[in-house]
T-cell receptor
Framework: SAVISQKPSRDICQRGTSLTIQCQVD?????MFWYRQQPGQSLTLIAT?????????ESGFVIDKFPISRPNLTFSTLTVSNMSPEDSSIYLC???????????FGPGTRLTVL | QQQVKQSPQSLIVQKGGISIINCAYE??????FPWYQQFPGKGPALLIA?????SEKKEGRFTISFNKSAKQFSLHIMDSQPGDSATYFC??????????????FGAGTQVVVTP
């Protein structure tokens, strides 16, 4: 199994500002995924991040708004830029478990934009 | 558009009863179908998953039934307990060589088990 931690666990931000969310995994993984869960909604994939290459974004998500870094095999960051209240969501990272039994999710970062 | 459709949106079941949640998909390339359980304030946790080469998988009180021709799969929670009260998500993906792939989630079902 993989243990995933995210920082911060929650934050309240002003519109127009940016927030960087960190995802740390306790083992080396090839792919990391970033999801968004809007209040009371399902999970939507934002992008896939591989170490050493640019993140691949899903339709409706762009790099200027959600820049992602993947500097090594255990860490990734997602930045939510120029925030608006519509960005208020839970942001989750996930990884495939070493050995490939399942895809694990982190605890999420609950973001509120005022 | 949502690639995986899930129903019902919510479900109330008495303790000891059976909870049934259904999902349907369109993309026949999907080859991995997991169910996740999410408690408030927590990330989703894998409950059980199935590949399309089997029609049923059981783990404890949880069973997935899979109908490839109908492009449907369902989760049955037997002997439901108050601790099962959570939101359940079905998902589907196209697996890669070294990954379970990009999960497409259903809308979620909020299950409440009454004592």
């Amino acid at each position: 199994s993989a243990v995933i931690s995210q920082k911060p666990s929650r934050d309240i931000c002003q519109r127009g500002t940016s927030l960087t969310i960190q995802c740390q995994v306790d083992s080396q993984v090839t792919m990391m995924f970033w999801y968004r869960q809007q209040p009371g909604q399902s999970l939507t994939l934002i992008a896939t991040a591989n170490q050493g290459s640019e993140a691949t974004y899903e339709s409706g998500f762009v790099i200027d708004k959600f820049p992602i870094s993947r500097p090594n095999l255990t860490f990734s960051t997602l930045t939510v830029s120029n925030m608006s209240p519509e960005d208020s969501s839970i942001y989750l990272c996930s990884v495939d478990s070493p050995g490939g039994n399942e895809q694990f999710f982190g605890p999420g970062t609950r973001l509120t934009v005022l | 558009q949502q690639q995986v459709k899930q129903s019902p949106q919510s479900l109330i079941v008495q303790k000891g009863g059976i909870s049934i949640i259904n999902c349907a998909y369109e993309n026949t390339a999907f080859d991995y179908f997991p169910w996740y359980q999410q408690f408030p304030g927590k990330g989703p946790a894998l409950l059980i998953a199935i590949r399309p080469d089997v029609s049923e998988k059981k783990e404890g009180r949880f069973t997935i039934s899979f109908n490839k021709s109908a492009k449907q799969f369902s989760l049955h929670i037997m002997d439901s307990q108050p601790g099962d009260s959570a939101t359940y998500f079905c998902a589907a993906s196209i697996t890669l060589t070294d990954s379970w792939g990009k999960l497409q989630f259903g809308a979620g079902t909020q299950v409440v088990v009454t004592p």
